[in-house]
């Protein structure tokens, strides 16, 4: 099965689509010592594309985005109660952000 891919449309970013391109946020020891440099993780889906993702996050924190930099993160093959399985396929965003601004990831939307 395959998924249609979404065409982001120019211009601006629904709410709907902002609070759909911000799935949770990536709380590791990895994007903690991001933070000292003013990076936040997100995971987004698949589809979500980098403007996006810049303006969803300016639209919901109300914070200045410098720069998104996205990986996809291949899902690893389990075993699920003695037979093999495989984790979903996810895009983790790490979003730099102006000097001077944060986000309170404690806090929620």
């Given at each position: 099965?395959?998924?249609?891919?979404y065409k982001p449309?120019?211009?601006k970013v629904s709410d709907e689509r902002a609070y759909?391109?911000?799935r949770r946020p990536i709380v590791t020891e990895k994007s903690t010592r991001g933070s000292e440099f003013g990076q936040v993780t997100f995971e987004v889906p698949v589809n979500a594309a980098k403007p996006e993702i810049k303006q969803a996050i300016e639209r919901l924190f109300d914070v200045?985005?410098?720069a998104v930099n996205t990986l996809l993160v291949k899902?690893?093959?389990k075993r699920f109660r003695g037979r093999p399985g495989r984790r979903s396929?996810?895009?983790k965003a790490v979003v730099t952000l102006a000097e001077g601004q944060t986000i309170d990831l404690m806090a929620g939307v």
């Open positions: 099965m395959s998924i249609r891919p449309k120019a211009g759909e391109l911000i200045k985005v410098t899902g690893k093959t396929d996810y895009k």
